[in-house]
C-alpha cells in the first residue's frame, strides 16, 4: 500500500520541461502521452492563429497548437529541434489528443512538492490564466502549465471570424 | 464436516474440495457432511460428491450427508436420482 | 451482463417484436380476416419466450408467458374465438413482457404498479381461457392442469436424451440444471442419471474439470427442433444426442416407424446408453441442418474496417512511390492488392449492412397508437423493406422516422370530419419507403393529408424571425422552413408533436448522418418528406483537389463535372463571381479566396461544378490530383464549429487533406 503510494506520488512529481522562445516551461509528466518530431501540419481554415492545423499521428488527425500563439507572443519559428508534444486533455468524459509546438525538448525530471509555489499576481511573462503554478528549478522559477486552461476546448474552437459576409459584393 | 456455505457452487467448489480432501483423509470409518447451512447446490457441486463417494467406496468410509433441508437442494437430488446412491433418507 | 445473457435479451427482443408486428398486422384488418398463420406466428413467438426464459431459470416469465401461450394455443386450436378485446390484451401482454423480462434481467422486482399490472393480465388472460382463477406471482407451479388435458396421447413421442458436458462446461456458468427443469415444464423427464463411471475419487479430481455425462427419457408432444432449441445457449459446450424411440402405441413394432436420431453439429456420434439400446425398435440417423447465423460484437467490425481503412492508405503509398519510381510492376501488384482490398472491404461492410425491414415495423405501432390518439384512420403502407443499410445508419434513423411520422399523422392526415368534408376517403393513407439510388438510400414518408400551408409557415417563420418579412423565398425554401428551430405551425399543440421541436431535431439527426432531408408539399393532397442517407460512414470516394498549399477532398458523387477556368472565362466575369455555363448561370466561389489559404500562383486554374440537391455550384480550385479512396476520420472537438469540412483524411505520404462538406458550405454562401 504504501509503496504503491510512493510510486504514484513520484509519479506526480514528475515534470516534462521544455524550451519555447527560450524560456523553460514545465508541463505535469502525467499528461505528456508522447512527442514526436515536427512534421507537416495541414492548415485548417478560419480557426484562431494559435491553431496551426491538423497532423497525422499514426493515422489519428490530432490538432496541433502553436503556444507561443497561445500565449500571444508570437508565431513559432520551425526549428531543427522543434517537436510536437502530445498531450492528454479531458473534455467532458472523454480524453483527447492534442499536440502543442515546442522549440526543444529540455528535460524529464522530479520537482518536489515543496519547490511548487503559487502563481504570483503579476509578473509572469505570459498570463497568469495559463499558469498552474511555478516551479523552482536549478534555483530559478519556471512556469508549470495549466493544460486545462491552455487546452480549453471552447477557446481553441472559437472561429477567427465570421465569413460568409464578404462574398456577395 | 459441516459445509458453512449457503451455496455451494462453481466458484466455491475449488475451496470446498481443498477443505473436504484435507478433512476426508484423516478420518477412518465414516465421514459427514452436514448441509444445514446449505441453500442452493449446482451441477459442478453434485459431481464433487459424487467423486467424494467414489473415494469413501474405495476406502470404506460411510458417507452421510446430513441436515438436507433446503429445498432446491432436496429437489436437486431427487431430480437427479441420487437419494439412494447417496443414501439419503427421502 | 454475461454474453450468454445478452443474447438472451437480444432474442427475446426479437420475438417480441414479430409478436407486436403481428399483432399490429392483426389490428389493420378485420377481426374475422385473422388467420391462422398469424396466430401461429404469435404462438411462436411466445412459446420462444417462454423456453428462451427457462433456459435462464426465469420461472416469472416462464409462468407468465404459459399463461399467455395457452390462451393462444386455445384460440389456435378453435376452442377459444379471437376478439378485439383479446388483441388488446395481447398488446398489453406484448408491453408487459418486456418490463417484466427487463426486471427479471437486472435481478430486480416488479413494483406494485407493475405487479398489479402483472395479475391483472393474468386474471384476464384466464378469464378469456376459462380457467377461472389465475396463477397470481408467487406461484412456482410448473405445470397447468389445461396442459394436462391437452397433451393427448397420440401426439406425444418418447426420447432418449444424453448431454455430455464439455471438460470446459462448468466454466460457462450455464445452469443446465435449469434445462432439464423447463424440459420438465413442456415435456416429462423420466429416469434422469448422472452417469458418475468417469469422475475420478476426490484425491484426483479437478473440481472445475466436467466428467459427467446425463442422461434422461423424455417425452413430450413437441418436435424435436424444440428440444434441440433448448439447448441452444449451451450447445457450444456439450456434446448432446437426442434420440428418437416412436413409442406410439398403435404403431409400435411396426416397419413403418421411421425414428430419428437428430445431432446437432456439435454432436459427438450418438452414444446410445443401454437404455435406447435395449427397446427393440429400428432407428434411422438424419442430420438437422439449422440455419446458422453469427452475432458478432460490432466493435469487432468497426476494428476490421479500421484495419482495411489502414490498409488502403498504406496501399495507396505503395502506389504513389510506385508511380514515382515509374515501377511497372509494383504498380500493378499494388493494383491487384487495390482491387481485392475493396472486394474485402465490401464484403466487411456487407456485414454491417441490415435490411430496413425491423426497424420500419416497429414504427407501425407508432403510427397505430399516435393515430387512435387523434382519433384518425390511417392506412400505413410500407415498401422496400429488404433495403439494406449500414446497422448503425437504422439505429439512429428510427427516432427521427418516428418524429416525421408522428408529424405526418399529426398535422398531416386531417381529421376524419374534413377529410369526408373535402371528398376524400376518410381513412388517410401514409407511405414508407426505403429504396436505394445512386450510392445513397432514400427514405421517404408520404402522406395525402393536407399539406404544408404555406402561408401559416412564413408568417409563423417571420414572426418567430427566422427569415426577414422582405425575404423572397421560393416554395420548396418555405416548405424546408418546418426544419428551423423554434417553428411550430399545429394550430393546437397537441399531446402528439407541435411543440416546435421535433423537425429541426429530424434535420440534425440525418445531417449527422452525413445525410439530406427534404420536403415537398401539395396544398390540399398530402406532402413528402425525403431522406438521402450514404449508404455508409467510413469510406467515401473522393476527389482530391488543392488550392494553394492545402488539400481538400471533394466527395465524387457531388461532384457534376470540372471545367478549366480559362482566361476568357476570367475575363468575362468582369468581377462578377459567376459565369455563363452552356446559357445558364453557375456561381463561383473560390475556396482559396473564401478559406483565406496562401495564394500560390498557378499557371491554370479549374472549376469543379458541384450538384447538391437543387443547387449547382462551381469551385475553383488550383490543381486537381484525381479520385481517391477516402477514409473519413473525424477532426476532433477543436474543429467541431467548421461545419463545411466533414472531417479529414491520410494522403498516401501521410498528409492530411480536408473532406469539404458540399451541401453545408453551399448553405453557407447562398
Given at each position: 500500500m504504501s509503496k504503491q503510494n510512493n510510486e504514484s506520488s513520484n509519479e506526480k512529481n514528475q515534470y516534462f520541461l521544455f524550451v519555447a522562445n527560450k524560456d523553460i516551461y514545465a508541463i505535469t509528466a502525467l499528461e505528456v502521452i508522447e512527442i514526436v518530431e515536427y512534421q507537416n501540419i495541414t492548415k485548417v481554415p478560419m480557426m484562431s492563429d494559435f491553431v496551426s492545423g491538423v497532423t497525422n499521428i499514426r493515422g489519428n488527425l490530432i490538432a496541433v497548437i502553436d503556444l507561443l500563439q497561445r500565449f500571444g507572443i508570437k508565431q513559432t519559428q520551425i526549428y531543427d529541434t522543434t517537436s510536437l508534444v502530445i498531450l492528454r486533455k479531458r473534455h467532458f468524459n472523454k480524453e483527447l489528443q492534442i499536440a502543442v509546438i515546442i522549440d526543444q525538448v529540455y528535460e524529464v525530471d522530479d520537482i518536489s512538492a515543496e519547490n511548487i509555489e503559487s502563481t504570483p499576481d503579476f509578473g509572469t511573462r505570459i498570463d497568469k490564466y495559463f499558469i498552474k503554478n511555478m516551479a523552482k528549478y536549478n534555483d530559478e522559477y519556471i512556469a508549470v502549465l495549466d493544460i486545462d486552461t491552455v487546452l480549453d476546448i471552447k477557446e481553441l474552437s472559437i472561429l477567427a471570424k465570421e465569413k460568409s459576409s464578404k462574398d456577395k459584393g | 464436516m459441516k459445509i458453512l456455505l449457503n451455496e455451494l457452487n462453481i466458484y466455491e467448489v475449488e475451496n470446498c474440495h481443498k477443505k473436504i480432501l484435507k478433512e476426508v483423509q484423516s478420518v477412518k470409518s465414516s465421514f459427514t457432511l452436514n448441509f444445514s447451512n446449505v441453500e442452493k447446490i449446482d451441477l459442478n457441486s453434485i459431481q464433487l460428491i459424487l467423486s467424494l463417494k467414489k473415494y469413501c467406496d474405495e476406502k470404506a468410509i460411510h458417507l452421510k450427508l446430513t441436515n438436507i433441508e433446503a429445498r432446491q437442494v432436496k429437489q436437486t437430488f431427487k431430480m437427479f436420482n441420487l437419494n439412494q446412491t447417496l443414501g439419503i433418507a427421502p | 451482463?454475461?454474453?450468454?445473457?445478452?443474447?438472451?435479451?437480444?432474442?427475446?427482443?426479437?420475438?417480441?417484436?414479430?409478436?407486436?408486428?403481428?399483432?399490429?398486422?392483426?389490428?389493420?384488418?378485420?377481426?374475422?380476416?385473422?388467420?391462422?398463420?398469424?396466430?401461429?406466428?404469435?404462438f411462436r413467438a411466445m412459446h420462444t419466450m417462454k423456453g428462451n426464459a427457462g433456459m435462464f431459470g426465469f420461472d416469472d416469465v416462464v409462468s407468465f408467458a404459459h399463461v399467455a401461450e395457452n390462451l393462444l394455443d386455445q384460440v389456435r386450436n378453435k376452442k377459444i374465438v379471437l376478439t378485439q378485446a383479446m388483441l388488446e390484451l395481447f398488446l398489453l401482454v406484448n408491453d408487459h413482457s418486456r418490463t417484466l423480462i427487463d426486471v427479471t434481467v437486472q435481478d430486480e422486482q416488479l413494483d406494485d404498479d407493475q405487479l398489479t399490472c402483472h395479475n391483472d393480465i393474468l386474471a384476464q388472460l384466464s378469464a378469456f381461457s376459462g380457467l377461472g382463477k389465475p396463477d397470481v406471482l408467487d406461484l412456482k407451479s410448473d405445470k397447468k392442469e389445461s396442459e394436462a388435458e391437452e397433451a393427448v396421447v397420440d401426439k406425444i413421442s418418447s426420447y432418449h436424451i444424453t448431454i455430455k458436458p464439455k471438460d470446459s462446461f462448468f466454466k460457462s456458468d450455464m445452469d443446465i440444471m435449469a434445462i432439464i427443469k423447463y424440459l420438465g415444464v413442456i415435456g416429462d423427464v423420466t429416469n434422469l442419471t448422472i452417469e458418475d463411471s468417469d469422475i475420478p475419487d476426490i484425491k484426483q479430481l479437478e473440481p472445475l474439470k466436467s466428467y459427467l455425462t446425463l442422461s434422461m427419457q423424455y417425452q413430450c408432444e413437441e418436435p424435436i427442433d424444440e428440444i434441440v432449441a433448448a439447448f441452444e445457449f449451451v450447445k457450444d459446450d456439450i456434446d448432446l444426442s437426442i434420440i428418437n424411440i416412436n413409442e406410439k402405441i398403435e404403431t409400435?413394432?411396426?416397419?413403418?416407424?421411421?425414428?430419428?436420431?437428430?445431432?446437432?453439429?456439435?454432436?459427438?456420434?450418438?452414444?446410445?446408453?443401454?437404455?435406447?439400446?435395449?427397446?427393440?425398435?429400428?432407428?434411422?440417423?438424419?442430420?438437422?441442418?439449422?440455419?446458422?447465423?453469427?452475432?458478432?460484437?460490432?466493435?469487432?467490425?468497426?476494428?476490421?474496417?479500421?484495419?482495411?481503412?489502414?490498409?488502403?492508405?498504406?496501399?495507396?503509398?505503395?502506389?504513389?512511390?510506385?508511380?514515382?519510381?515509374?515501377?511497372?510492376?509494383?504498380?500493378?501488384?499494388?493494383?491487384?492488392?487495390?482491387?481485392?482490398l475493396e472486394e474485402i472491404r465490401t464484403g466487411v461492410m456487407d456485414i454491417r449492412m441490415v435490411q430496413v425491414g425491423s426497424s420500419f415495423n416497429k414504427l407501425r405501432r407508432i403510427v397505430n397508437d399516435t393515430?387512435?390518439?387523434?382519433?384518425?384512420?390511417?392506412?400505413?403502407?410500407?415498401?422496400?423493406?429488404?433495403?439494406?443499410?449500414?446497422?448503425?445508419?437504422?439505429?439512429?434513423?428510427?427516432?427521427?422516422?418516428?418524429?416525421?411520422?408522428?408529424?405526418?399523422?399529426?398535422?398531416?392526415?386531417?381529421?376524419?370530419?374534413?377529410?369526408?368534408?373535402?371528398?376524400?376517403?376518410?381513412?388517410?393513407?401514409?407511405?414508407?419507403?426505403?429504396?436505394?439510388?445512386?450510392?445513397?438510400?432514400?427514405?421517404?414518408?408520404?402522406?395525402?393529408?393536407?399539406?404544408?400551408?404555406?402561408?401559416?409557415?412564413?408568417?409563423?417563420?417571420?414572426?418567430?424571425?427566422?427569415?426577414?418579412?422582405t425575404a423572397q423565398l421560393t416554395d420548396k425554401e418555405i416548405y424546408n422552413l418546418i426544419f428551423a428551430a423554434g417553428l411550430s405551425t399545429a394550430e393546437s399543440v397537441s399531446d402528439v408533436s407541435g411543440r416546435g421541436v421535433g423537425m429541426d431535431v429530424v434535420k440534425r439527426n440525418i445531417e449527422e448522418l452525413k445525410g439530406t432531408v427534404d420536403v415537398d408539399s401539395t396544398l390540399g393532397q398530402g406532402s413528402k418528406i425525403t431522406v438521402c442517407l450514404p449508404?455508409?460512414?467510413?469510406?467515401?470516394?473522393?476527389?482530391?483537389?488543392?488550392?494553394?498549399?492545402?488539400?481538400?477532398?471533394?466527395?465524387?458523387?457531388?461532384?457534376?463535372?470540372?471545367?478549366?477556368?480559362?482566361?476568357?472565362?476570367?475575363?468575362?466575369?468582369?468581377?462578377?463571381?459567376?459565369?455563363?455555363?452552356?446559357?445558364?448561370?453557375?456561381?463561383?466561389?473560390?475556396?482559396?479566396?473564401?478559406?483565406?489559404?496562401?495564394?500560390?500562383?498557378?499557371?491554370r486554374e479549374n472549376i469543379i461544378i458541384v450538384n447538391s440537391g437543387n443547387q449547382i455550384a462551381g469551385l475553383i480550385v488550383h490543381e486537381l490530383h484525381g479520385e481517391f479512396q477516402t477514409v473519413i476520420k473525424p477532426l476532433g472537438e477543436v474543429f467541431e464549429k467548421i461545419s463545411w469540412i466533414s472531417g479529414g483524411t491520410i494522403l498516401g505520404n501521410g498528409e492530411v487533406a480536408l473532406i469539404l462538406d458540399v451541401p453545408m458550405l453551399l448553405s453557407h454562401i447562398v
Open positions: - | - | 451482463m454475461t454474453e450468454e445473457l445478452q443474447l438472451f435479451c437480444e432474442d427475446m427482443d426479437e420475438q417480441l417484436s414479430i409478436m407486436e408486428d403481428t399483432l399490429m398486422d392483426m389490428s389493420e384488418i378485420s377481426i374475422e380476416a385473422v388467420d391462422s398463420e398469424m396466430i401461429n406466428k404469435l409400435e413394432n411396426t416397419e413403418s416407424v421411421e425414428p430419428a436420431v437428430v445431432e446437432p453439429s456439435i454432436a459427438e456420434k450418438a452414444k446410445p446408453t443401454s437404455n435406447a439400446l435395449a427397446k427393440p425398435i429400428k432407428k434411422k440417423e438424419t442430420r438437422v441442418e439449422k440455419n446458422f447465423s453469427l452475432r458478432v460484437d460490432s466493435s469487432k467490425v468497426d476494428q476490421l474496417i479500421n484495419l482495411i481503412s489502414e490498409m488502403v492508405i498504406a496501399n495507396a503509398k505503395i502506389t504513389q512511390i510506385a508511380d514515382m519510381d515509374d515501377n511497372i510492376e509494383l504498380l500493378e501488384a499494388a493494383d491487384t492488392l487495390t482491387s481485392m393515430a387512435k390518439k387523434l382519433g384518425k384512420q390511417i392506412e400505413f403502407v410500407i415498401s422496400g423493406e429488404d433495403t439494406e443499410l449500414d446497422k448503425s445508419v437504422v439505429e439512429k434513423i428510427s427516432d427521427p422516422l418516428v418524429h416525421m411520422l408522428r408529424n405526418s399523422v399529426d398535422h398531416g392526415i386531417e381529421s376524419m370530419e374534413k377529410r369526408i368534408a373535402n371528398g376524400k376517403k376518410e381513412k388517410g393513407r401514409i407511405d414508407l419507403r426505403a429504396y436505394p439510388d445512386a450510392g445513397s438510400i432514400v427514405i421517404e414518408v408520404e402522406d395525402d393529408g393536407a399539406g404544408i400551408p404555406k402561408e401559416i409557415i412564413l408568417a409563423q417563420a417571420i414572426k418567430n424571425k427566422l427569415v426577414s418579412p449508404l455508409t460512414l467510413a469510406i467515401i470516394d473522393g476527389f482530391l483537389v488543392q488550392s494553394g498549399d492545402t488539400k481538400f477532398i471533394i466527395p465524387l458523387e457531388m461532384i457534376q463535372e470540372c471545367i478549366e477556368l480559362t482566361s476568357e472565362n476570367r475575363s468575362n466575369m468582369k468581377n462578377n463571381e459567376f459565369i455563363n455555363l452552356r446559357g445558364s448561370i453557375l456561381p463561383l466561389l473560390d475556396i482559396g479566396d473564401y478559406f483565406d489559404i496562401n495564394r500560390v500562383d498557378y499557371e
